[in-house]
C-alpha cells in the first residue's frame, strides 16, 4: 500500500470517529432535554451512525 492510501485511509477513519461522536454527543444532549424524545432520537442518531460507517467503509474500500 502505498503512503497517499495509507493516510487518506487514516484520515477516513479519524472523520468517522469525530463524526459518530459528534452523533452520539448530540443525541445525548437532546435525550438530556427532552426525555420523551429519547425514543425517536436514538433510533434517528442508530440511523444516522449506520450512514456514516457505511461512507467510511465505502471509502476504505474505495482505498484499496
Excluded: D
Excluded at 459528534?22 to 449506520?50: D, N
Amino acid at each position: 500500500m502505498e503512503m497517499p492510501k495509507i493516510i487518506g485511509a487514516g484520515l477516513v477513519v479519524i472523520g468517522t470517529g469525530i463524526g459518530i461522536g459528534k452523533i452520539g454527543a448530540a443525541a445525548l444532549e437532546g435525550m438530556a432535554r427532552q426525555p420523551e424524545q429519547a425514543g425517536k432520537l436514538q433510533t434517528a442518531m442508530l440511523i444516522a451512525a449506520a450512514l456514516v460507517e457505511g461512507v467510511a467503509f465505502a471509502a476504505l474500500f474505495a482505498v484499496n
